[in-house]
């Protein structure tokens, strides 16, 4: 179970996706309120490395 909006919503057979970014107008109690979210990649960055590679262009600051 989610709460959401002080409701709790059964998550049970769908996709959640977690997100510890609270500083996003969608981040909800560890969780992205969005039903899909847009991954991108960073330019010119070459590292191995996910964290430095990518972001998340669903982001908007709160």
């Not at 969005?34 to 262009?57: F, K, M, R, T």
Request: aromatic residues 6%.
């Amino acid at each position: 179970m989610l709460k959401e909006r002080g409701i709790l919503v059964n998550m049970n057979g769908k996709q959640t996706i977690r997100c510890d970014v609270s500083s996003c107008k969608h981040y909800s109690n560890n969780y992205c309120s969005l039903q899909q979210i847009q991954i991108s990649p960073i330019s010119n960055v070459n590292s191995g490395c996910a964290e430095d590679e990518n972001y998340c262009a669903s982001y908007e600051k709160k």
